[in-house]
């Protein structure tokens, strides 16, 4: 622990470097979350001659505080003294400049708090919300569509109220990062962090966004390799947690890459209270006919992918064809993995769900158990038994939705919650 976090957690009563009142009302808030246990950037580096990266993108031990920020550019100031081991959270917690203890769920005793929505709270005022854009998964249609024009130009032409809001700009952390020969990464994606009159109202206004961007023909159904549709626009809808990590601290990039650093935009205006609403009645036909557009290439994904997962676990495993899609079949529709299953565990690195649950410690993040490595490498954590809840699990956040994949040896205990009491006697 830092000498700074030490001195807070001694005192409770820290005040505003400003001087002024903790509770001044109207005052923007949000948090910093910072971690005891390692870094949380990402990290850049060069493998085959192309850009990869790695993030650990998990906070479950460490130290969070409550800060002020009333303008787009004091915001920037705070992102730009994060640490490498720092991300911030859009709500607050019950006392602004006071350091928190930050523990999971599970080992919370007075005096700590937990990375959930009972601790971090939306402001029923003043606050900020992020539109998180990002050009990865957007079908070749849609990219046709934009015509040559950013994801920033697209967006402030369907939703013109956004060009009037005070907002800070931010490329993704990829943008300027440059290869020996020179080759320069280009931004694939922006957070931006509106100013707006009342927090509260995030999800609502992210999804009047999504909406109006469905509405102008920038909506798509994405396809997840298990076949499932995922409805997607060029704004991330699932982003509105006042709990949720956003995780802005300079990217650690190693030698030969470099990175040229893309400076932030500011834009002064007004503060956001509503975003006028789209048509329904289309937006609900235009949604309605995609996903049927979109069923015989989910049906072709499924197949396909459960054909080559069957064949992967036969070829590595060893089990009878019918063996293996009793395994698949049951990762893919029940969400729950067989001792004999392959997880992968890092990009390219598969082991057997037995292997993996006789030598996991703690908590660590891992590919989605569907969507594998290729999608990212920390876009699930699996997390050990505990005191709450008896029970192993495996939670994925891929494509922004929030899915349990569980342990078919442990399927006994599955949705038992202990208290403390009986904890200690399992």
Not at 202 to 211: E, G, M, R, T
Request: glycine share 6%; aromatic share 8%; net charge neutral.
């Amino acid at each position: 622990m830092s000498d700074i976090a030490k001195q807070r957690s001694a005192d409770n009563t820290l005040e505003p470097e400003n001087g002024g009142s903790q509770d001044v009302e109207n005052s923007i808030y949000l948090s910093i979350v910072s971690s005891s246990t390692e870094a949380v950037n990402k990290d850049f580096f060069l493998s085959d001659g192309k850009i990869a990266s790695r993030a650990n993108a998990m906070i479950y031990e460490g130290f969070a505080e409550t800060v002020s920020a009333n303008s787009p550019e004091e915001l920037r100031d705070v992102i730009r003294g994060l640490k490498p081991n720092q991300a911030i959270a859009l709500g607050k917690l019950a006392q602004p400049y006071v350091l928190f203890t930050l523990t999971t769920k599970a080992k919370l005793r007075s005096g700590t708090i937990a990375r959930s929505k009972d601790f971090f709270k939306h402001n029923n005022g003043p606050g900020y919300v992020l539109a998180d854009l990002d050009t990865k998964d957007i079908p070749p249609a849609t990219l046709d569509k934009m015509a040559d024009r950013s994801i920033l130009e697209v967006l402030y032409e369907t939703v013109p109220e956004l060009l009037e809001t005070a907002r800070l700009v931010r490329a993704s952390s990829s943008a300027g990062i440059r290869l020996p020969d020179g080759t320069e990464q280009p931004a694939t994606g922006y957070h931006i962090y509106l100013r707006v009159q009342n927090q509260s109202d995030s999800k609502a206004l992210l999804v009047q966004i999504h909406d109006r961007l469905w509405e102008a023909g920038y909506g798509y159904i994405l396809v997840g390799k298990d076949g499932r549709l995922h409805e997607r626009s060029l704004v991330d809808t699932a982003v509105h947690g006042p709990e949720r990590l956003i995780f802005e601290a300079a990217p650690h990039v190693q030698r030969p890459l470099t990175r040229r650093l893309i400076p932030d935009e500011i834009f002064l205006g007004s503060t956001l209270s509503s975003i006028a609403p789209g048509n329904y009645e289309v937006i609900d036909n235009l949604k309605r006919n995609a996903r049927e557009a979109a069923k015989p290439t989910a049906q072709k994904a499924k197949r396909a992918h459960t054909d080559s997962s069957i064949k992967k676990l036969v070829k590595d495993s060893g089990l009878s064809k019918v063996q293996a899609t009793k395994v698949v079949r049951q990762r893919l529709e029940g969400r729950e993995l067989a001792d004999h299953d392959s997880l992968e565990i890092s990009k390219g690195r598969f082991v057997r769900v037995y292997e993996f649950l006789e030598t996991a410690v703690g908590a660590v993040g891992m590919p989605c158990p569907i969507e594998g490595g290729s999608y990212g490498t920390s876009k699930a954590y699996y997390y050990p038994p505990d005191e709450y809840r008896p029970y192993p699990r495996i939670i994925s956040y891929a494509h922004g939705d929030i899915t349990e994949f569980t342990f078919a040896r442990f399927r006994h205990l599955k949705g038992l919650r202990l208290t403390q009491k009986e904890s200690r006697h399992v």
